[in-house]
């Protein structure tokens, strides 16, 4: 698998829902970033996570991380029409450069 | 609040033309970043940059591309000669901080500028 995968890479709930998404990566990194992106938009940066932290929540957004399996999840919860986007997980593989998943496109129906 | 800008959000060349899209990024940001997505496909990294030098370039920045800093504000990306394949959208982004280190860490991105090529 490559640097940054994330599953499942397309996930259908309805409003109101929790959505969970997952992302595994090879590397040992420093730091986990989730991005999201509205179609043919830009990327909006959701929350950071170092590599001795295990959990972290923001809002409705609740990331975790397992540095043992390589693993990081991030969990929507109360989702609504307007989470309907893609999600990406950015690990550093370098000092200067962060790897992307392939994403995972999320669908918030009403 | 702060935020990265590109211009322009569109841009329309034909193959082996010079473009040069342009990124303001966020104001006390030391590094900078140019990334790529083509349509459908990952976000790729091309480059970073910082304290006037290049940090890290990938395989796809190749001699067609370059990056300057040409003021305190505008960080921008030129490709020499365009080929359809450069097609994408260009993303500029910025941090405060190396990844490595702690602080301000998080990487912010501009819309993005897309580029076609025909």
């Known amino acids: 698998s490559q640097q940054g995968e994330e599953d499942p890479q397309a996930l259908s709930i309805q409003e109101g829902e929790n959505a969970t998404m997952n992302c595994s990566y090879k590397?040992?990194?420093?730091?986990l970033q989730w991005y999201r992106q509205n179609s043919g938009r830009g990327l909006v940066h959701l929350i950071l996570?170092?590599?001795?932290?295990r959990e972290k929540h923001s809002g409705r957004l609740r990331v975790t991380l397992d540095t043992s399996k390589k693993s990081s999840s991030l969990l929507i919860t109360a989702s609504r029409a307007a989470d309907t986007a893609s999600y990406f997980c950015?690990?550093?593989?370098?000092?200067?450069?962060?790897?992307f998943g392939t994403g995972t496109r999320l669908q918030v129906t009403l | 609040e702060p935020e990265v800008t590109q211009t322009p959000s569109h841009q329309v060349t034909q193959m082996g033309q010079e473009v040069i899209l342009r990124c303001v990024p966020i104001?006390?940001?030391?590094?900078f970043y140019w990334y790529r997505q083509i349509l459908g496909q990952k976000v790729e990294f091309l480059v970073s940059?910082?304290?006037?030098?290049?940090?890290?370039k990938s395989e796809i920045f190749d001699d067609q591309f370059s990056v300057e800093r040409p003021d305190g504000s505008n960080f921008t990306l030129k490709i020499r000669s365009t080929k359809l394949e450069d097609s994408a959208m260009y993303f500029c982004?910025?941090?405060?901080?190396?990844?490595?280190?702690?602080?301000?860490?998080?990487?912010?991105f501009g819309q993005g500028t897309r580029l076609t090529v025909v």
């Open positions: 590397t040992s990194i420093n730091n």
């Open positions: 104001s006390n940001h030391l590094y």
């Open positions: 940059f910082y304290n006037n030098e290049i940090s890290e």
């Open positions: 996570i170092r590599s001795n932290e």
């Open positions: 982004a910025s941090s405060g901080s190396l990844f490595f280190l702690g602080g301000n860490t998080e990487a912010f």
């Open positions: 950015a690990t550093d593989q370098t000092a200067s450069k962060l790897t």
